[in-house]
């Protein structure tokens, strides 16, 4: 029963270069979502999904893209990585989108930028 | 907009002592109420939800009651164990188009035996 998968778990970049962040779910959730988590706060959206073809920008999207061609995958790339983006990257994951839906996350990722 | 105020942490005690994290929000309309717990190199995960005023949430020893006069959610256990040393967060998710979730900063919780 894996639910939401995050690869790399860790991953050092240098400024400019480019990686993607892999997130894949097998709960057939049509609602998937991009969060950063930096120390201190709380988690910020930066990308969410609502069906396959389908995303939109959330709170912190400037740097990031996405693309969903499946529901399982949903994966985030950073194009000119800055030392902005250090940080825990983490994908979840949700069956609609009412307010009372649990989201299920996965382990994240570690990004840093040197 | 919505927002979530959590207590600053850490929060250290002693196995067997009781645990209060408060939590406190403002929001439009009817949000529902989530805690999720995050253990070390983990992800979040749900520990209890409430979705209308009133409701108490529940789960593994701990609850927590929505309180719409007081615009509250606070965590409890009554008697906690090493094993429960982790983040807690408060959240407060809204419908609209998808589940927005405004998240609290987190509360570093570390039980000593």
């Known amino acids: 029963n894996a639910g939401v998968t995050q690869t790399p778990k860790f991953r050092i970049l240098k400024i400019g270069q480019s990686m993607t962040l892999q997130c894949a779910q097998d709960m057939n959730h049509n609602y998937m979502y991009w969060y950063r988590q930096d120390p201190g706060m709380g988690l910020k959206l930066i990308y969410y999904s609502v069906g396959a073809g389908i995303t939109d920008k959330g709170e912190v999207p400037n740097g990031y893209n996405v693309s969903r061609s499946t529901t399982e995958d949903f994966p985030l790339r950073l194009e000119l990585a800055a030392p902005s983006q250090t940080s825990v990257y983490f994908c979840?994951?949700?069956?609609?989108?009412?307010?009372?839906?649990?989201?299920?996350f996965g382990d994240g990722t570690r990004l840093s930028i040197l | 907009g919505d927002s979530v105020t959590q207590m600053e942490g850490p929060v250290t005690l002693s196995e067997e002592a009781f645990l209060t994290i408060n939590c406190t929000y403002t929001a439009t309309g009817y949000p529902s109420l989530f805690w999720y717990v995050q253990y070390p190199g983990e992800g979040l995960q749900l520990l209890l939800k409430?979705?209308?005023?009133?409701d108490k949430g529940s789960n593994k020893g701990f609850e927590a009651t929505y309180r719409k006069e007081t615009t509250s959610f606070h965590l409890e256990k009554g008697s906690v164990q090493v094993s429960d040393s982790a983040v807690y967060f408060c959240?407060?998710?809204?419908?609209?188009?998808?589940?927005?979730?405004?998240f609290g900063t987190g509360t570093k919780l570390q039980v000593i035996p």
């Open positions: 979840a994951s949700s069956s609609n989108g009412d307010s009372n839906q649990p989201q299920h």
């Open positions: 409430a979705t209308k005023a009133d």
């Open positions: 959240a407060l998710g809204q419908s609209g188009g998808y589940q927005k979730v405004t």
